[in-house]
């Protein structure tokens, strides 16, 4: 991923978000919080991880699909590869 190191601070800031966010869900839990703040919390960090997906899939088709240069054999795996993670992460 050498062409998300550009990036990656901001990504890396971001993943340390979601760590907090996941710490609250679980000091939450452990103080007994209502069903709907913990609800509330897991939905926050979901939409955070969608965030950090939305970010790297745009990069990965920056780099591996759309990028001028690109022959069809880079292009059709770069598609690949996101198809297989977008199916792996829909389930």
Known sequence: MAHL????GDLVTRVRRIAGQVG???RALQSD????EVLHLIAAVRGAVNGLMD???AEHLE??????GLDDAERAA???ELLAVIRRYSK
């Open 5 to 8: 190191s550009r990036t990656n």
């Open 24 to 26: 609250a869900v679980e």
């Open 33 to 36: 919080s209502s069903c709907s």
């Open 55 to 57: 970010e790297i899939i």
């Open 63 to 68: 780099a591996h699909v759309s990028r001028a």
């Open 78 to 80: 770069g598609a690949e």
